[in-house]
């Protein structure tokens, strides 16, 4: 399925079959992040089609720039990249209007019925809370949280220090749960 | 004394669930890459022309373009024709010329009322005109008592001289003066 994705981006792009070897080396280095990168473009919009749809984009970019890039960490370079790609959409979307609803196909069909509901619920409260972070707050969290990103990784995507990188997260963390005990007025399961 | 527990991770847990059932919706779809660019190339097209600095750049190109062409037309701008004054405009008319009336009830020596000394100087040169190329004849004598040959004879000279056309033209010449 990888080697379809990029066969068929190098006929639609135009892309030199005869590229070298390097450049096809990394391509596939960046292929194999897209389940990474579609969990951030899903921390950071909430809903599976906007994810997608943004994963798309994210490798669009990266594929179209990677022979004049040349990124010393292939995973910041692209991590960054879907970063910026999912604030412009966040961006476009508040100037359209107030945000969509998440579709019910996103939240339901959990593997036990019984905590189908109550988990669904616990999600959205989650969602909500990371939506109302300030917005350096809300990249780191999503990086670790969403990116599964290390420190030092979500540091060099950002290009901030890692000390940074760790006090924006306790602080992200802190205004979470402070939210979720706020709205949920109970214990986390 | 209760002991502490660290409550973010379950809120991990609820995140990683969340991941782990979008993951399987993205994973049960073929990931394509290549349709976005030109997408992309043309939301961002869009988003170009409807930005204010667009909008303000081709506002001011447009202002521009008109203003060479003007110039390009006219010359320059003291080439272009001055629009006429309210004393221009309102110069026959007679409310207009009588604006300063006094209070007194009776017209002061020094008003001029455009309107009157445009027709005077008219009047008086038209009659000049005539005088100059009419035949001297004697005024006292009523037309009654004339000989109405001579009058007709008189009004056929005039009419094939074009004297009313040629006084006409010079009324107009002081008109043009006066303006």
């Known amino acids: 399925m990888m080697q379809e994705a990029i066969l068929r981006l190098e006929e639609t792009m135009s892309i030199d079959p005869a590229s070298t070897r390097e450049m096809d080396d990394l391509r596939q280095e960046l292929l194999r992040y897209r389940d990474k990168v579609f969990c951030l473009c899903l921390g950071f919009v909430g809903n599976v089609a906007d994810a997608r749809d943004l ?9 179209a720039h990677c022979r004049d ?12 990249i879907a970063r910026n790609t999912c604030l412009d959409q ?15 196909s996103t939240a339901g069909e959990w593997q036990t019925p019984e905590d189908s509901a109550a988990v669904e619920d616990e999600i959205r409260i989650v969602r909500k809370a990371i939506a109302s972070l300030p917005r350096r707050q809300r990249d780191v969290l999503v990086m670790r949280e969403y990116g599964e990103l290390s420190y030092q990784e979500i540091a060099g995507a950002l290009r901030i220090s890692s000390g940074t990188v760790m006090s924006r997260l306790n602080r992200a963390r802190q205004a979470v749960l402070r939210f979720y005990q706020e709205e949920h007025h109970g214990k986390i399961h | 004394m209760e002991k502490y527990t660290d409550p973010w991770p379950g809120i991990r847990r609820l995140i990683g669930r969340e991941k782990e059932k979008a993951l399987a919706e993205f994973r049960s779809r073929e990931f394509k890459v290549a349709a976005p660019a030109i997408r992309r190339g043309n939301r961002s097209f869009g988003i170009l022309v409807r930005h204010p600095a667009f909008m ?9 373009i008109g203003l060479a062409l003007f110039l390009f037309l006219r010359g320059s701008w003291h080439t272009s024709p001055v629009a006429p004054g309210l004393d221009d405009l309102l110069a026959g008319s007679f409310l207009y010329g009588i604006h300063n009336y006094g209070e007194t009830g009776a017209y002061t020596n020094d008003i001029t009322i455009p309107a009157a000394s445009i027709f ?18 004697d005024h006292t004598t009523p037309v009654e008592h004339g000989d109405p040959d001579e009058v007709r004879e008189r009004i056929g000279k005039a009419i094939r001289e074009n ?15 006066e303006v």
């Open chain 1, 90 to 104: 966040v961006r476009r979307r508040k100037a359209r209007g107030p945000l969509q609803p998440v579709p019910e």
């Open chain 1, 69 to 80: 890039a040349s990124p010393e960490s292939p995973q910041a370079w692209i991590m960054r």
């Open chain 2, 56 to 64: 303000a750049a081709a506002a001011s190109l447009l202002l521009a």
């Open chain 1, 55 to 63: 994963t798309q984009d994210t490798f669009a970019k990266a594929l």
């Open chain 2, 120 to 137: 005077t100087a008219l009047a008086t040169a038209g009659l000049e005109r005539v005088i100059a190329t009419a035949e001297p004849f």
């Open chain 2, 163 to 177: 004297t009313l056309e040629q006084l006409l033209i010079e009324f107009r010449d002081i008109h043009d003066k």
